[in-house]
């Protein structure tokens, strides 16, 4: 089996995606070699592409761009010499599949990180990229942040943001994801919106909170999508003849507190 028929059966697979217009596609490598084995990652930071060659995988699949800090990959990075020559010398093969898991029925970005928060069956409401699932009498902003946070532990995400009123009782969450979550269309859908940190201007999206009276919840990008990328993994793992690994990426950033009583100015 050819690396290259992975993109193959991707494209028999995903009837749902617009493969005349997608970023989906080889990023780096010769597909035409034999596969060996798999890495599924949200992103192809340089101690994923090292854990995914020691497990000796030749194909490499991410959801975001190989080099992150620009929209398009090319083959010029002068700004990441040692992520360019470890994929020189590794000859590993780099697969963008963003567009298709994004919209993979069950599985796809949006499904698996409601299912990973505890909401199972269909949603109360869903529009685009959004779900929506009501939730039991009485719950407070507080107490569903405080709910989301005991689940996120085994990403890395160690706080769940909370804008806006803690105690107000709401009824219906409406779960976004990825690097766009619009808390005027998530509104109309429900009480209380999970965002992404990627996916909203805070000092805009802070000041609907407050003068709507809306709770508004902050997870990490990267945290919001894993579990899509498990999910793929899984589903690849059942459908190639290779190994195919999951390679963790976790949330991208660590919580630094301090009790106030205790805080000084740095001089």
Known sequence: ?????????????????????????????????????????????????????????NLYITHEPLYSYVSHDSFQHPQEPEKTKLLRESRIVVYRCHDVLDMMPD???????????GFEGAPAATRNYYRAYDLEPGTTA????????????????????????????VSRLVV???????????????????????????????????????????????????????ALAQFLAEKLPVPVNFIPQGCLYRSVTHQPKACSRVR
């Open 1 to 57: 089996m050819r690396i290259l028929d992975v993109h193959n059966f991707l494209k028999e697979t995903a009837y749902w995606n617009n493969w005349s217009s997608t970023c989906d596609g080889f990023l780096w490598g010769d597909p035409d070699r034999e596969l060996k084995a798999v890495a599924v990652c949200w992103c192809s930071k340089k101690p994923q592409l090292e854990a995914a060659i020691r497990k000796g995988a």
């Open 107 to 117: 599985i796809g970005i949006p499904d698996s990180w409601a299912k990973f928060l």
């Open 142 to 169: 507080r107490k569903l942040a405080q709910h989301l946070l005991g689940r996120l532990a085994s990403i890395g995400q160690d706080v769940v943001h909370l804008v806006g009123p803690e105690d107000k009782v």
């Open 176 to 230: 976004g994801t990825g690097a766009i979550t619009s808390f005027r269309v998530m509104a109309q859908m429900g009480d209380v919106l999970l965002l992404t940190d990627d996916g909203t201007r805070l000092w805009e999206s802070a000041q609907w909170s407050s003068d709507t009276d809306t709770p508004i919840l902050l997870v990490n990008h990267a945290t919001a999508e894993e579990p899509g990328l498990k």
